[in-house]
C-alpha cells in the first residue's frame, strides 16, 4: 500500500497563473481532505471532498477549488496565484470523517 | 472559530515523560481529538485519538476532561527522535458549517 501519494513534489509559478495539485488517498480511502500550510505555521483546512462533492470547506477564497473522481482520488485548483499562496500543501485521507486521517508528504507550491 | 491553543516549545531530556496540552473551547459536540507529529518538509504523522476520558496506544496517552475542552497529550520516555512539532486537530461548528482546526503546533526539543 502506498499510503497518500501527492504530485508533484515541488512547484513554481508566477504570480496570475493557475495551478493543479493532486492526490492519491491511501487504499480503501474515500474521504479526502486538503491543507495548506505556510512556512512555520500550522495546516490550515481547505476543503474536505466525499462521494465527489466538496463537504466542507475553511476560509479560503473561491479561488481555490477541488475535485474528487470516481476513484477517489482527488485535485486542488488554485486560479490568480499570488505571492502569499507560496505554501506547502496537504492532502489527507480517510476512511470516514471521524477516523484518523493519512497524510501526503505534499507538495511544495513557490510563487513568483 | 475555534481557538485551539498550545504551548509555543518544550524542552526535555531523554527518558523524561512530556505532556502537550491544547485547549479547544469550542470543539463540536460529536468531534474526535486528534494528535498529530511532524518533521521538516513532511506531512504530519498521525499519534492517537480520542472522545473523552483517556485513550492509550503503544507511543502515547490522551487525556481529555469531562468539558472536552482541552486535551493532553502524553509521550512516556521520550528519546532524541521524538524531536518534532506537535499539533491537536480538532472539529468546530461555531460558525454553522463544519472546519477542521489545527492547534497552534508545540515544537519539542529531545535534549540528550
Known amino acids: 500500500d502506498a499510503g497518500v501519494t501527492q504530485s508533484p513534489t515541488h512547484l513554481i509559478k508566477t504570480r496570475g497563473q493557475q495551478v493543479t495539485l493532486r492526490c492519491s488517498p491511501k487504499?480503501?480511502?474515500?474521504?479526502v481532505s486538503w491543507y495548506q500550510q505556510a512556512l512555520g505555521q500550522g495546516p490550515q483546512f481547505i476543503f474536505q471532498?466525499?462521494?465527489?462533492?466538496?463537504?466542507q470547506r475553511g476560509n479560503f477564497p473561491d479561488r481555490f477549488s477541488g475535485h474528487q473522481f470516481p476513484n477517489y482520488s482527488s485535485e486542488l485548483n488554485v486560479n490568480a496565484l499570488l505571492l502569499g499562496d507560496s505554501a506547502l500543501y496537504l492532502c489527507?485521507?480517510?476512511?470516514?470523517?471521524?477516523?484518523?486521517?493519512?497524510f501526503g508528504q505534499g507538495t511544495r507550491l513557490t510563487v513568483v | 472559530l475555534a481557538k485551539t491553543t498550545q504551548p509555543i516549545s518544550m524542552d526535555s531530556y531523554e527518558g523524561q515523560e512530556v505532556n502537550i496540552t491544547c485547549s479547544h473551547n469550542?470543539?463540536?459536540?460529536?468531534?474526535?481529538i486528534t494528535w498529530y507529529q511532524q518533521f521538516p518538509s513532511q506531512g504530519p504523522r498521525f499519534i492517537i485519538q480520542g472522545y473523552k476520558t483517556k485513550v492509550t496506544n503503544e507511543v502515547a496517552s490522551l487525556f481529555i476532561p469531562a468539558d472536552r475542552k482541552s486535551s493532553t497529550l502524553s509521550l512516556p520516555r521520550v528519546s532524541l527522535s521524538d524531536t518534532a512539532v506537535y499539533y491537536c486537530l480538532v472539529g468546530d461548528e461555531t460558525s454553522g458549517t463544519y472546519k477542521y482546526i489545527f492547534g497552534t503546533g508545540t515544537r519539542l526539543k529531545v535534549l540528550a
Open positions: 471532498y466525499y462521494e465527489e462533492e466538496e463537504r
Open positions: 487504499s480503501g480511502h474515500d474521504t
Open positions: 469550542n470543539i463540536a459536540t460529536n468531534d474526535y
Open positions: 489527507a485521507s480517510s476512511p470516514d470523517k471521524n477516523t484518523e486521517a493519512f
